[in-house]
């Protein structure tokens, strides 16, 4: 079982240039989430998933978009990256119950991303 | 405005001490709370849960600890190794939706010889 997979796990790009980070599970979780951690930090939610074809923001959005076709796959767009964007991007995944989070939170190893 | 604080923000103990950890929060309604371990460069990992009814839960050497009343979690370790090394992460879940999780700023913790 190989969880939840990301890639790249590292990345250094220029202002205004895009790219996708992908995030793939295989645990048959309906709900997927990316988040951000900046040093010092407490995780920031960017965007969620409660199962294919639905999505919604989190706390901070602006400047990625999400996309969520199967199950498996939560790809997150950047587009025109932006220097406030290093950081390290963390991809999750749950199961929930009774349409709680009562499931805990699987993490893939982290993108870190530089934007110069 | 659902907030996790943690203490401290970082702690040095030699291996085969113990510590606590503390988190207190904000967040209602309350769902339940998760202690995280992040090794450096890595995503973080659940070590424990604890709902509203709960007051302690173990794991192996780690020791959780709820007051759901005064909105307090503390994590205990015993017998600290250098595999303890690492960051933790308090993380409180709002009851009612997926999404509603807030996270803890964290405590690094570094266990030397």
């Known amino acids: 079982n190989a969880g939840v997979t990301q890639t790249p796990k590292f990345r250094i790009l220029k202002i205004g240039q895009s790219m996708t980070l992908q995030c793939a599970q295989d645990m048959n979780h309906n709900y997927m989430y990316w988040y951000r951690q900046d040093p010092g930090m407490g995780l920031k939610l960017i965007y969620y998933?409660?199962?294919?074809?639905?999505?919604d923001k989190g706390e901070v959005p602006n400047g990625y978009n999400v996309s969520r076709s199967t199950t498996e796959d939560f790809p997150l767009r950047l587009e025109l990256a932006a220097p406030s964007q290093t950081s390290v991007y963390f991809c999750?995944?749950?199961?929930?119950?009774?349409?709680?989070?009562?499931?805990?939170?699987?993490f893939g190893e982290g993108s870190r991303l530089t934007v110069l | 405005k659902n907030q996790v604080e943690q203490s401290p923000q970082s702690l040095i103990i030699l291996e085969g001490k113990n510590c606590t950890l503390q988190c207190n929060y904000t967040v209602s309604p309350f769902s339940n709370l998760r202690w995280y371990k992040q090794d450096t460069g890595r995503g973080p990992v659940s070590l424990t849960i604890?709902?509203?009814?709960?007051n302690t839960k173990s794991n192996g050497r780690y020791t959780a600890t709820l007051d759901a009343d005064t909105k307090q979690s503390s994590l205990h370790i015993t017998a600290s190794q250098l595999s303890d090394s690492a960051s933790y992460i308090c993380v409180v879940s709002e009851a009612g939706t997926a999404s509603k999780l807030t996270f803890g700023t964290g405590t690094r913790l570094q266990v030397t010889l």
């Open positions: 999750a995944s749950s199961r929930t119950s009774g349409g709680e989070l009562t499931g805990e939170l699987f």
């Open positions: 998933s409660v199962g294919a074809g639905i999505t």
């Open positions: 604890m709902t509203f009814s709960e």
